[in-house]
């Protein structure tokens, strides 16, 4: 199976010459709601879920630990303990502290210090899912980048969006080459190509829920980007194969050897100097003699782009 990336003719001379391509953090891609699924991990819903799903579960030992430090007169929002009790509902870091919360409301006295501190919580969610998702966002955009490539080696759309309104090249890579397959065990969220799908509606994120896969809502966009046909691969740049600085921003680099195309077809619109030059690229490389070369041309009776072969180089020359 092949997957494909159109190429501006800036950037196909850069890739022929480096052979690295760019892994792209999802803030610097051209889709704002990139990775910024619908937020709700502390909804009032959510919240409560989790409350009254833990109300058997409860170890009255912890939790007269935690009812020790509460005033039994508690006034306000802002009390310590409630804090301290509103951290409890979603830090549980043993089987014992999960066991804790609703233990409290054995009676009336703590069970109105319970629906005290629900308020408190409540009043806070607004600014808890802001800052969850403000660092979540940034986590990723400083951790990973994205290698994204496209299932269609003929959509106008792609030619006119990504390949300089189809001045530039679409390069055909095999899907089965080594450097797509880069996962380190089986349950490794990176290093593989997968499909993006795409819906009307944005993805929801809830901590609480335990629908916390950010890297599995990495692969859903909206549907006007259906026609890209995406597969993406998502790798920690800490792991990027190079990196070079260009001002202050530092790239981050995956090698695409030249073994891993199977071949390069010229826009409609490219320039016979660039396309000579792409050519002579190739003919000077030799882990590139088997790149087939196609020249695209407008259809005389539909909407389509026709692909032939080249007509400026000799493919079979070109692979001896």
């Known amino acids: ?111 109105a210090i319970r629906v005290q501190a629900q308020k408190a919580i409540y009043d806070q969610l607004p600014t808890w899912n802001s800052d969850t998702e ?48 880069r996962r380190r065990s089986s349950v490794d969220e990176f290093g593989y190509l997968r499909r993006v799908s795409y819906a009307d509606t944005r993805p929801s994120i809830s901590k609480i829920d335990g629908n916390d896969t950010f890297i599995q809502l990495a692969f859903v966009k909206g549907l006007d980007w259906a026609y890209e046909q995406e597969h993406r691969m998502i790798w920690p740049l800490s792991l990027a194969d190079c990196s070079k600085s260009i001002g202050e921003e530092t790239i981050y680099l995956l090698e695409v050897p030249a073994l891993a195309v199977k071949s390069l077809t010229f826009g409609c619109k490219a320039e016979a100097s660039f396309t000579q030059q792409i050519v002579q690229i190739l003919s000077q490389n030799k882990d590139a003699g088997h790149i087939q070369v196609y020249q695209s041309f407008v259809s005389t009776d539909t909407f389509a782009l026709c692909y032939q072969p080249y007509q400026g180089v000799d493919n079979e020359a070109l692979s001896k």
């Open 134 to 181: 403000n660092a979540l966002r940034q986590s990723a955009a400083e951790s990973l980048g994205m290698l994204c490539l496209s299932g269609s080696s003929n959509n106008p759309l792609m030619w006119a969006h990504y390949a300089k309104s189809h001045e530039g090249v679409v390069v055909e890579f095999d899907e089965n080459h080594p450097t797509f397959h």
């Open 1 to 111: 199976m092949s997957v494909y990336k159109y190429f501006s003719p800036e950037n196909a001379e850069r890739y022929l010459t480096t052979w690295a391509m760019r892994l792209t953090p999802p803030n610097r891609v051209n889709d704002p709601f990139e990775m910024r699924p619908s937020f709700d991990a502390f909804s009032e819903a959510a919240v409560q879920k989790f409350l009254s799903t833990r109300a058997q579960d409860l170890s009255k030992e912890v939790a007269m630990k935690i009812a020790a430090k509460l005033p039994h007169k508690s006034e306000g929002t802002n009390n310590p303990a409630l804090s301290a009790l509103a951290r409890y509902l979603f830090d549980c870091e043993t089987e014992e502290d999960l066991a804790t919360l609703l233990q409290i409301t054995s009676s009336a006295e703590l069970h």
